[in-house]
């Protein structure tokens, strides 16, 4: 077994991280208001870690509220246990509670990020992830004068977790955020917030390594710099081949490296962050969150150029980024394929249950608002997931996800539309279980149904290879596949109307989520669940739960 054991990465350093859960009281938009904060930051602390280091974080929670933090993007090799979404790999860290999370960043660097994984607390509990080369390996790109984190976020006047009650009990849809953040700032735009903006400090002539992250909830976003170019380098925490832009598209959960040099002539030059929306009839927060790229020897009080965004709805403007996206090395890419899965992923409207109509069924037709994968709105079970697979609980979830759609039809343009009769989805915790080394590959198509929307779509304790994607339905005869350096991604925005393919090998025994990032949808049931099992010997073995697990 020894040559298994090369695999672990060896002399490694820990790092450890104390995660208190706080209520911290904030003026933003003329308001005062308490928001969750992690050690009373907003954004929280950057957790700064090495590749192949061991992270192990204590979160205490002295907080009122359930919460959970997940490690977005970080693999979790052999530690399905500190994934943290709640009711899937445990239950939620209560009021007063503690749970120490410990994970290996095996062969992992680049920039993520941790976020809140109850309810819509991840509006203000996040923060940056920056895991570094080993020391004495460069970065394969020009080494830059300084690194900067660069949080798109979305704030809320109102709390956000009875947001999420009122909007969901609502059986309607959510409202706008009350502003874009860049860094927790909202800018001048904004009603209180001419000082509340962030700035960068940029000699003329050096290069700045930004690093990108959305944090927001419910929408994607377009970002850009006025008269500067980004250079995107990394893509959810994995190197790309340098494709230059002048501005890139986020969803929420997606995180990239862009270097950007300061070749332009002196001045104080607006960064910009504005929406990207995709589906039709959405209300969304169209006003620009704004900071600024500043060079040393502008005048503080001297005007700031404007950044140009694309129109909220270009969807050209994020097919050009998708394409330029290119891994940097080819990696090792599934050619042999074990398993075909074809989800479709789209909103659905049930019809009106409740006694009382007004008040719960205001989504469209007066139905109620859900969403789903192959139909099936995921339902949370009562305890995790995780334990009832690990303990063998008997009727907490089914392993009878189906791997295609009951049928096939016009998925874009002839999905089924007379609402709310013929667009429900049934309910259900259902998962797919998949052996050990299982190489996947999994159809995400986009349905008509409601309206086509580009969703963000999140894979759990893996990455995955993005080998395709189109408008329109997907077809094997004619999709291109790139399966030469297609790029490694953790989230995948399935295109509006179109679809994507992804390759993994499921060789990371858990129970894995799978979602859609807008945490709407996620709480509408866009979600789903893959079980991996054991392979052999105790590398291919999942281990035994903490013993600070929290209990539901």
């Not at 008040?359 to 339902?379: D, E, W, Y």
């Not at 408008?471 to 596949?481: E, H, I, L, R, V």
């Not at 995948?492 to 060789?507: C, L, Q, S, T």
């Amino acid at each position: 077994p020894l040559h298994v054991l090369a695999q672990w990465p060896g002399g490694r350093s820990t790092r450890f991280y104390g995660f208190k859960v706080q209520t911290t009281r904030i003026t933003k938009l003329c308001n005062t208001k308490d928001i969750v904060t992690i050690n009373g930051m907003y954004p929280g602390p950057v957790v700064y870690a090495q590749e192949d280091d061991r992270v192990i974080v204590k979160v205490i929670n002295e907080s009122p509220y359930n919460v959970t933090i997940h490690w977005h993007g970080i693999r979790q090799r052999l530690s399905c246990w500190s994934d943290g979404p709640s009711y899937i790999t445990q239950c939620p860290i209560q009021a007063g509670q503690s749970f120490t999370y410990e994970f290996t960043l095996v062969k992992q660097k680049g920039t993520l990020f941790w976020h809140a994984h109850v309810s819509w607390l991840r509006a203000t509990v996040h923060g940056a992830i920056v895991m570094y080369p080993k020391t004495g390996v460069p970065y394969p790109f020009t080494y830059p004068y300084e690194e900067h984190i660069i949080i798109l976020g979305e704030y809320w006047l109102k709390d956000v977790v009875q947001l999420e009650k009122a909007v969901v009990a609502s059986g309607g849809g959510p409202p706008p955020a009350d502003a874009f953040t860049i860094n927790g700032h909202p800018g001048p735009n904004y009603n209180c917030s001419n000082n509340d903006a962030y700035k960068i400090d940029v000699v003329p002539g050096k290069t700045y390594l930004l690093r990108l992250i959305n944090a927001g909830l419910n929408t994607e976003n377009f970002f850009s710099i006025a008269n500067h170019r980004m250079t995107i380098v990394e893509a959810d925490g994995e190197y790309t081949k340098p494709f230059t832009t002048n501005r890139v598209m986020l969803g929420p959960g997606q995180t990239m490296n862009v270097l950007v040099t300061a070749d332009q002539s002196t001045g104080k030059y607006s960064m910009a962050m504005g929406p990207y929306m995709s589906a039709q009839g959405v209300p969304f927060q169209n006003i620009s969150a704004i900071a600024y790229f500043q060079y040393l020897g502008a005048l503080p009080t001297s005007l700031s150029l404007p950044a140009r965004l694309p129109t909220f709805n270009d969807n050209l403007a994020v097919k050009t980024v998708m394409d330029g996206l290119r891994s940097l090395n080819s990696g090792n890419v599934p050619k042999e394929i074990d398993q075909n899965l074809f989800y479709t992923i789209g909103l659905n409207v049930q019809r009106c249950h409740s006694p009382t109509p007004q008040q719960n069924c205001q989504g469209l037709n007066n139905g109620t608002m859900a969403a789903s994968m192959n139909n099936i709105s995921f339902v949370k079970p009562k305890i995790s997931l995780l334990e009832a697979y690990y303990n063998r609980i008997n009727g907490q979830f089914t392993e009878d996800f189906p791997g295609v759609p009951s049928k096939f039809y016009d998925f874009v343009d002839g999905a089924p539309n007379n609402i709310p009769n013929d667009t429900q989805s049934m309910i259900g915790t259902r998962t797919f279980v998949l052996e050990y080394g299982t190489r996947v590959q999994l159809i995400l198509q986009n349905t008509g149904t409601v309206t086509t929307e580009n969703h963000p779509i999140h894979l759990h304790g893996y990455s995955f290879y993005v080998v395709g994607y189109g408008s329109g339905n997907y077809n094997p005869q004619t999709a291109q596949f790139n399966v030469v350096d297609p790029p490694y991604l953790n989230t995948i925005g399935v295109p509006v109307g179109g679809w994507a393919a992804i390759r993994f090998v499921a060789d990371n025994p858990g129970v894995w989520f799978m979602h859609c990032h807008f945490d709407i949808h996620m709480s509408w049931g866009l979600d789903s669940v893959f079980i991996v099992k054991n392979g052999k010997g105790e590398l291919e073995t999942l281990p035994h739960p903490p013993a600070d697990l929290p209990w539901c």
